[in-house]
């Protein structure tokens, strides 16, 4: 059964600085991989998606890497902004199962 | 964009009230699927469909019932709602595949008294 895991669980930095998120799960037979950004009382939005046969991904500030083979994904976010205070979850969509999210790396930008 | 829409956002009832939670998404997508999540806590997949007619339970237990008869569409009833029921509801959907980005809806609050 596919797991999902996200560290560190809670991040907090100062405005500017470069991070990195990290994803690992335990089945590489997946479809894609998948970023998402959830606010407080709010629904997941989508960042980036990652299909099987990519490497990477990337969107403005966000950088996403997949490495299927071993199991990991990340998240790199640049020049980071009181605004990308938030909760990060990473999620895999797996042959013959549904998505599996994991628990989420909660980010807190200081100004 | 999301095209993926949620009523109520917010819901406080009481004991015993039947309810159903509306979600409606414009993209054709065929899978669409009903995620439990506390506040601060994980998601928990409680119903999914592959499209029209097709409704199947997910890994949480849920008293809860869906229904899949139009592809937008794919309502979720409370045929008595209880305390226990309080959480947050998020829908989402996506095309099946490997390009099947997963959308959300901003979510539905429920609270029962």
């Known amino acids: 059964k596919q797991e999902v895991t996200q560290i560190p669980a809670a991040l907090s930095v100062p405005e500017g600085e470069n991070l990195v998120l990290n994803c690992s799960f335990t089945?590489?037979?997946?479809?894609?991989l998948q970023w998402f950004r959830q606010d407080p009382g709010k629904g997941l939005t989508s960042l980036l998606l990652i299909q099987s046969s990519q490497r990477e991904q990337t969107s403005g500030r966000l950088n996403a890497s997949l490495d299927k083979s071993s199991g990991r994904s990340t998240l790199y976010i640049a020049a980071s902004q009181p605004g990308d205070s938030a909760t990060y979850l990473c999620a895999v969509d797996n042959y013959g199962q549904n998505f599996v999210f994991g628990p989420g790396t909660r980010l807190s930008v200081l100004p | 964009e999301a095209d993926i829409y949620q009523t109520p956002r917010y819901l406080v009832i009481g004991t015993g009230k039947k309810i159903t939670l509306e979600c409606s998404q414009t993209m054709g997508h065929d899978k669409m699927y009903w995620y439990q999540q506390d506040p601060g806590m994980e998601l928990h997949l409680i119903h999914y469909?592959?499209?029209?007619?097709?409704?199947e339970k997910g890994d949480l237990s849920s008293e809860s019932t869906v229904s899949r008869i139009r592809t937008e569409h794919f309502p979720l009833t409370l045929e008595s709602a209880r305390p226990s029921h309080t959480s947050q509801y998020l829908c989402?959907?996506?095309?099946?595949?490997?390009?099947?980005?997963?959308?959300f809806g901003e979510g539905s609050r429920l609270t029962v008294l």
């Open positions: 469909s592959y499209g029209v007619n097709s409704t």
């Open positions: 089945d590489s037979a997946i479809y894609n």
């Open positions: 989402a959907s996506n095309f099946a595949g490997n390009t099947g980005e997963l959308f």
